[in-house]
């Protein structure tokens, strides 16, 4: 780990045709909200995204803990590979419009934490890969949220806890961002490609592990102590060394987003 009061600033030069973008979507591309639901991706975020994309000849993937159900209708113009519910669930661009089946392992779980989240008011959400209990606007039930989805999944070896940014999750052992990265590499447009995973949060910490080991690295976003190589302050940080790393756009002497 590194230590989390240093930044690490990521390389200013790239071969971009052969890497691969893994991007987390919320407090990565998008700034966190108090509700998911009202999450907003501003026009120049996914304009930089899109000329990402192009320079990677179409190498970015959306890695996403949220369901691809939620994250989906956020994107905007966008038209990349998804890969929601930590890994659990995957779209391609021209894919059938499908969703994946809520796996029956969570029955159990969510039936646990559904009574601990009305109880206490929280917000319970039902994934296909995992049920998640949010307690972004009750901060003082997280530590019992945390201790309440460990027990829900204490004693199944096909479930695991994973605690995020005001949010826990009893997920599938099976999934995680880490999959997800590897999985996308085996197909077109990231087969043979370097990846680099980018994110803000704990549940992102699997997926900079798989980019290493596949020789590739991870940039983590925020002061956290991370295993990723590189880390910068904030999302404004991360879109300005990505601009740098970009040809210029179409008609423009820079896209203004230069630190
Ligand atoms: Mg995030």
Known sequence: MTDDTRLVPPPRELDLASHAFFLDFDGTLAPIVDHPDAVKLAPETAELVQRLADACDGGVAIVTGRALASVRPHLGPLSLVVSGSHGHEIHWPDGPETEAAQAAELDAAFAALDGFASDRGLRIERKPGAVALHYRNAEHHGADARAAVEAAVAGDPDLRAIHGNMVSEAALAR????????ELLKSAPFRSKTPIMVGDDVTDEDGFRAAADLGGFGLRIGRASTDAAYQVE???????WLDG???????????GQEH
Not at 247 to 254: L, Y
């Open 234 to 240: 904030t999302m404004d940080d991360f879109f300005g």
């Open 245 to 255: 790393l970009l040809p210029p756009a179409d008609g423009k002497s820079g896209s």
């Open 175 to 182: 999934a995680g961002k880490g999959v997800a990265v590897r």
